[in-house]
């Protein structure tokens, strides 16, 4: 399944990030896995948050999923942009 990586300037723990997103992008939570929450987007792509590891001091980190890479393409501009405009945050993307 194709996966593009967002990195976002801001720090914050994944129950914050459920919390701002949700409401900025008006996405709702998907919690069939409890220890995995992630968001629903647009056309289906998901957005999954990565945790940091050991204790690591690292920007939030945004993993959106789809099976198929022009969706993916199409919502992920979309969520940049909104991210930007709506909250000032600066992103830079991986993969």
């Given at each position: 399944?194709?996966?593009?990586?967002?990195?976002?300037?801001?720090y914050l723990s994944k129950a914050e990030a459920l919390d701002v997103l949700s409401q900025s992008l008006d996405a709702p939570w998907i919690t069939d896995d409890p220890s995995d929450?992630?968001?629903a987007l647009a056309e289906g792509?998901?957005?999954s948050i990565e945790v940091p590891k050991f204790g690591e001091d690292l920007p939030?980190?945004?993993?959106c999923h789809h099976d198929q890479g022009d969706v993916l393409e199409r919502v992920i501009a979309q969520v940049m942009n909104t991210l930007e405009e709506s909250l000032g945050w600066?992103?830079?993307r991986i993969g």
């Open positions: 399944m194709p996966t593009a990586t967002i990195v976002t300037s801001v929450v992630t968001l792509v998901r957005i939030l980190t945004l993993d600066q992103l830079h």
